[in-house]
């Protein structure tokens, strides 16, 4: 599994892991900024972006396909970064494979077990005929009424190709993912813990990371700082860019 990545800067290296129906772009502003320090390489995790598909998904396959990228870009260890479902492979990879980690920074995740929330946005995106569209435009009002949310409905049609002939395509292997959906809920572990620093950033307007989640967090992550900012919602890197950095810089 050699995933797609994009790369800036010099220097000691860090690993950027998107979330679900995500890509490495998503890290962009991020990275450009990281890029001034460090030697950066945002993935697309399997079945995500230019990376390949697979009728196999778990985060330990994930962590995996992180392994494989480092032995290929030779790379002994790195700081690794990793956002919601990145944030759950970033977790896994430490566990797995701790010496290739220096530090750990998840935004907005525990390792726990989640619900499945994303039901209703598979089954709207599985019902979509793209080939019934001409432009971008008539999906996101077909998409309209099953996710009300523009700013949603626009980052999922990110996912959204067109080939030679102009018809449409999902670069994300959707009904992949929709079936692996269920090991994307599942809950991190590992019988022995990441004693190396990690850092939790959750946000104050997000349900994701909770009071309960402390106890879990530190047995695995035992030297894990948990610090929240309080305006931004899941996307922690995006609706605080600033804030996020700030704290992510001082940490690495």
Not at 154 to 165: H, I, S, Y
Not at 212 to 236: M, N, R
Request: with cysteine; hydrophobic share 45%; net charge neutral.
């Amino acid at each position: 599994m050699r995933l797609h990545f994009k790369e800036y800067g010099q220097g000691r290296a860090v690993i950027l892991l998107h979330g679900l129906f995500g890509a490495s772009d998503n890290w962009h502003p991020v990275a450009t900024r990281l890029a001034k320090k460090f030697h950066v390489f945002a993935l697309d995790q399997r079945n995500h972006g230019q990376s390949p598909h697979s009728a196999e998904m778990n985060f330990s396959l994930m962590a995996g396909d992180v392994d494989e990228f480092m032995v290929a870009q030779g790379l002994p260890t790195a700081l690794v970064v990793g956002h919601s479902m990145g944030g759950k492979t970033a977790m896994q990879f430490a566990l797995q494979y701790p010496g290739r980690v220096e530090k750990l920074v998840v935004g907005d995740m525990a390792p726990r077990k989640y619900a499945p929330t994303h039901d209703k946005i598979f089954a709207a995106l599985l019902a979509l005929n793209l080939a019934v569209y001409q432009s971008r435009q008539q999906i996101e009002e077909a998409l309209a009424d099953s996710i009300p949310n523009l700013v949603l409905r626009r980052f999922l049609l990110k996912n959204l190709g067109r080939d030679a002939e102009g018809r449409f395509f999902w670069k994300i292997n959707l009904c992949g993912l929709a079936e692996s959906y269920p090991n994307l809920c599942a809950p991190v572990f590992h019988p022995r813990p990441f004693t190396k620093p990690a850092l939790f950033i959750r946000g104050g307007r997000s349900d994701y990371v909770n009071a309960t989640d402390e106890a879990l967090i530190h047995g695995l992550f035992p030297q894990a700082q948990i610090q929240t900012i309080e305006k931004s919602g899941h996307w922690v890197h995006a609706d605080a860019t600033e804030e996020f950095l700030e704290r992510l810089l001082n940490f690495l």
